[in-house]
């Protein structure tokens, strides 16, 4: 594991949060993780289709696509030759699931060694363990909730007899994330988590900053990560939008989420969230009507939705950049409520400004796209800087160059990021 990992997982979900002061957790290191594209993530299956048969076709999609961090699940058959490779070629990093119902923790113990402690961030407990399938289980008749408590217990025991949280943090298990109730029934696994994973889906198809209960991320720290383990670091570890798109239905459509996907990174980067996962990289099949089959940033078929190239060229743009304070010589002058803005700074500390309105592109109810009119917005720049560029992540690489007069540029905004940074 890096030096940037183990900061990330346990500096804090934003620079005011002391672990220190968090009952399990040890001491942070300096400042929390700043580097956008460190806290990127996916969702894949590498040991099941359509991964497995077109395993060359993912590794080439998944080391263009820029995104580093997998978050899969841990079961003893599992080719790891495979996941090496990705390591190997691509630096690939791993969030490993674990669960009572795959494995034993001797087994997972042999896994992480059989891996290699440098590959994996983090392991992470129980995924929805309030599911019908786990509830369904033999092993969950003691009670589901028991259950992964105590295997919650075990996981951490063995991890902690051989490695220091630093070395290889303990995710929380997750619950479903449309029953925040089931919260309480995990909280005796609190004190064996370092970090609390949260699934937070929108349930209604709404817009990435939407302040909507069981939809808005501050309703699923308030009741998934706090409910659970209160100003803990959060991850989270699954999130998306379903490309099956019904009048009144909570999937969008391609067009729709391609806008979304990278409001959705930069706006959790915002909140705090250390990483991101999203749910998934590869459509799972190709039944129109099975909503399962159809979260990935690809089609079943391997072509790439518009959401994978947004996703792409928004980690481009934003390569080696780090968060910065406000106080830059790019700042949003507009004044209005739906505008959202991250500042960066590049490896030369030359200042980047993300900037986006928070407004809703997708019709539920039509289940059809929103045309959102371009808005004009002043950016305050500083004296020296003569003209700025910027680029789109939804369009292509390209960038647009604007001048500056009397220490402002417009630039106009409808629902696509947009990245600026002075000319060189």
């Known amino acids: 594991m890096t030096e940037l990992d183990r900061r990330m997982f346990l500096a804090g979900a934003a620079a005011a949060v002391l672990l220190k002061q968090t009952p399990g957790l040890a001491a942070p290191l300096p400042g929390p993780s700043d580097l956008f ?31 580093r961090h997998l978050r899969d699940e841990l079961r003893p058959s599992n080719d790891l030759a495979r996941w090496r490779l990705l390591n190997e070629r691509s630096n690939i990093l791993f969030n490993i699931l674990v669960s009572p119902a795959t494995n034993t923790v001797p087994e997972m ?16 407990g129980q995924n929805e363990g309030d599911s019908p ?19 919650q217990r075990e996981v951490h025991r063995a991890l902690r007899e051989r490695y ?35 699934h937070s889906y929108v349930q209604k198809a709404q817009e990435p900053e939407t302040t909507d ?8 720290l308030k009741n998934m990560r706090d409910a659970f ?22 999937g969008v459509g391609e067009v729709a989420s391609a806008l979304y996907l990278p409001r959705l990174l930069l706006n959790n980067f915002r909140l705090g969230i250390l990483r991101t996962f999203l749910y998934e990289f ?52 507009t004044r209005a409520l739906e505008l959202k803005h991250i500042a960066f700074q590049d490896a030369e500390g030359q200042p980047i400004l993300a900037v986006w309105r928070a407004v809703r592109c997708w019709d539920v109810a039509k289940a059809e796209d929103i045309i959102v009119p371009m808005l004009p917005v002043e950016i305050a720049v500083d004296g020296r800087i003569a003209s700025l560029v910027y ?30 940074r002075p000319t060189a």
């Not at 590498?46 to 998944?62: G, M, Q, T, V, W």
């Open 37 to 67: 594209t460190d806290s990127v993530g996916v969702n894949v299956h590498i040991s099941s289709e359509p991964y497995a048969s077109n395993f060359d076709r993912f590794h080439d999609l998944l080391a263009t696509s820029g995104i």
């Open 109 to 124: 113990m042999a896994y992480i060694d059989a891996l290699g402690l440098a590959r994996i961030t983090s392991i992470e």
């Open 133 to 151: 399938w786990f509830m369904s289980l033999p092993l969950a008749k003691p009670g589901w909730s028991n259950v992964v408590v105590d295997y």
């Open 164 to 198: 220091t949280a630093e070395q290889l943090p303990l995710l929380s298990p997750t619950v479903l994330n449309w029953k925040p109730a089931d919260v309480a029934l995990l909280r005796g696994a609190a004190q064996y988590s370092d970090a609390v994973a949260i």
């Open 213 to 220: 209960d069981y939809a808005a991320m501050s309703w699923y």
């Open 229 to 250: 383990k209160a100003g803990a670091p959060a991850l989270v570890t699954e999130i998306g939008y379903c490309n099956v798109v019904k009048p009144g239905s909570a």
């Open 282 to 333: 590869w459509d799972g099949g190709t039944d129109p009507n099975e909503g399962e089959h159809h979260w990935g940033l690809l089609r079943n078929d391997g072509t790439p939705k518009p959401g994978y190239h947004a996703i792409r060229n928004l980690l481009l743009a934003l390569q080696g950049a780090r968060r910065a304070g406000d106080a830059q010589p790019l700042q949003v002058a």
């Open 391 to 420: 680029n789109r992540p939804n369009d292509a690489n390209g960038w647009q160059r604007v001048p500056v007069t009397d220490g402002r540029a417009t630039i106009p905004l409808d629902g696509r990021v947009t990245i600026l």
